[in-house]
């Protein structure tokens, strides 16, 4: 296959600054994972933010993480079968915030910090997908102009995205991918997206890999070629020395990054 489009490099702030996994939630603290609140204390502490997005009823971009309402709010039901307005109206637990909206979030880190926005697969193939979550965050990044980057576990999303808005660097987001851990995605796709063949045809210009990986081939040819590596998701200090051995910059949780100096 051919190159869809140039790659775009990242930020040198994705490289600079710790990446905290889904703002730096706490819900001990009432900022759970993806909030407003763990937004703006990411903001507040000078790291930069990593956010998921899933697709509305109504062709929107909400930050969330998971396809199904139960786990992070009272509602019920899956995020697609809802509009950004009636999911406004969903309070997160363990906080007074709602389900924020992408351009609601863009506009609370207004280019302060890097913020890297993961692309949730909306198919449960990594298949092909019909483009409208994509289009969304083409839409709300069109005016944005602080640094950022689009990703995700599904390369025809990011391929999407290389079509929709070639000015924003993007990757892939790669993992073992495990059969027994990936089930049920079938198992050939799991050894399809595990050799990460897609990385030149989407234009990416960095990959965010699973940590436990890292020491995997694939991942030191990649870096090898320039392809900048993040990596998820790390938990302590000692987990992240070891990982910036091969890795450029972390996702971290659990424990606050040490800030560059």
């Known amino acids: 296959m051919t190159k869809t489009r140039a790659a775009k490099a990242l930020d040198a702030a994705f490289l600079r600054l710790p990446l905290a996994h889904r703002a730096l939630h706490n819900r001990a603290e009432r900022r ?4 407003p609140a763990a937004i703006r204390a990411a903001v507040a502490a ?3 933010i990593e956010i ?4 509305t009823a109504d062709g929107q971009a909400v930050v969330f993480h998971d396809e199904w309402l139960e786990r992070l709010t009272d509602a019920t039901g899956l995020v697609k079968d809802h ?6 109206r969903i309070t ?16 609370m880190v207004a280019g302060r910090v890097p913020l890297l926005i993961e692309i949730k697969d909306q198919t449960d ?17 069109q005016d944005y102009t602080g640094p950022v980057a689009v990703m995700s576990f599904n390369p025809h999303a990011v391929a999407n995205m290389a ?29 399809e997206l595990r050799e990460i063949a897609d ?37 302590s200090a000692a987990m992240e020395a070891k990982a910036r051995l091969v890795a450029d910059n972390v996702t971290f949780e659990g424990y606050l990054a040490a800030q560059p100096a």
């Not at 998921?52 to 697709?55: P, S, T």
């Not at 070639?166 to 993992?175: D, L, N």
């Not at 995997?216 to 990596?231: M, N």
Request: charged residues 25%; proline residues 6%; aromatic residues 6%.
């Open 46 to 48: 000078g790291y930069g």
């Open 125 to 141: 193939r990594m298949a092909e997908t019909d483009g409208r979550l994509e289009a969304a965050v083409a839409r709300a990044l």
């Open 163 to 191: 079509r929709l808005a070639p000015e924003v660097p993007r990757g892939i987001t790669t993992a073992a991918y495990d059969h027994a851990g990936w089930a049920p995605l079938d198992p050939a796709r799991c050894d």
């Open 199 to 235: 990385y030149d045809r989407v234009g990416a210009a960095f990959i965010s890999h699973e940590a436990a990986d890292l020491g995997r081939d694939r991942v030191a040819a990649l870096k090898a070629k320039g392809a900048a590596i993040l990596t998820w998701t790390i938990s």
């Open 32 to 35: 759970p994972e993806n909030s």
């Open 52 to 55: 998921d997005v899933q697709g």
């Open 83 to 88: 509009t950004a307005e009636a999911l406004g």
């Open 92 to 107: 997160l637990r363990d906080c007074d915030d709602v389900i924020p909206t992408l351009p609601q979030v863009l506009a």
